[in-house]
């Protein structure tokens, strides 16, 4: 009896680390969902029609970048990270 008990909490805590993706400190990594700093320097370069990136810096779950706008401005572009 007590090595059934043990045998099924031992398959719990099996299943329970299976489903959780997160235990173990693993992390999504399939790049699904998450934006990396040169893809938010691409869609800033496309909203400035084609702009200068002069830096990109993580900020609130996305991206600001600066960028020089072929007028010569100079504009701060939120990417979103999602």
Do not use: C, H, N
Not at 11 to 23: P, R, S, Y
Not at 52 to 74: A, I
């Amino acid at each position: 009896m007590r090595q059934t008990r043990l045998a099924l909490a031992l398959l719990l805590l099996v299943a329970g680390v299976a489903t959780t993706g997160t235990a173990w400190g693993r992390s999504d990594k399939s790049g699904q969902g998450q934006m990396t700093p040169s893809q938010a320097e691409q869609a800033a370069r496309r909203q400035t029609g084609g702009g200068r990136v002069l830096s990109v810096k993580p900020s609130d779950g996305g991206y600001q970048v600066k960028v020089l706008t072929p007028s010569g401005e100079v504009k701060y572009i939120f990417v979103s990270g999602r």
